[in-house]
């Protein structure tokens, strides 16, 4: 089993930057694909970024291309987000997630991942 613990997030204003951490447990990390999901209120849950095992294999919703960058350091059991010229419509909870599909299948959301942090609130104001 993996236990996902966040951080990161907050509150900043469009334009600027974020990043977020998630950080594993186990020793089995790195057998998992690790994907960033967020949703907003009202909304459904939406993929965000995704990365397969040894990070050779990334995915990136349409809307963050260019902005967003999914990352992975195995040695530190660690995927970090990194989240540039933030925009209100980035506002959301933002939730990492673990599974054992490949980084376009949890994107397409067409992979369930198995294990889920605990949520990180980013808000961006105008």
């Known amino acids: 089993q993996v236990q996902l613990v966040q951080s990161g997030g907050g509150m900043v204003q469009a334009g600027g930057s974020l990043r977020l951490s998630c950080a594993a447990s186990?020793?089995?990390?790195?057998?998992?694909?690790i994907g960033w999901f967020r949703q907003a209120p009202g909304e459904e849950r939406e993929s965000v970024a995704c990365?397969?095992?040894?990070?050779?294999?990334?995915y990136y919703a349409d809307s963050v291309k260019g902005r967003f960058t999914i990352s992975r350091d195995n040695t530190k059991n660690t995927v970090y987000l990194q989240m540039n010229n933030l925009k209100p419509g980035d506002t959301a909870g933002y939730y990492c997630?673990?599974?054992?599909?490949?980084?376009?299948?949890?994107?397409?959301?067409?992979?369930?991942?198995?294990?889920w942090g605990q949520g990180t609130q980013v808000t961006v104001s105008s």
């Open positions: 990365i397969s095992r040894s990070a050779t294999n990334t």
């Open positions: 997630a673990a599974g054992l599909g490949a980084a376009s299948a949890m994107g397409a959301m067409t992979s369930i991942p198995l294990y």
């Open positions: 186990g020793r089995t990390f790195n057998t998992y694909t």
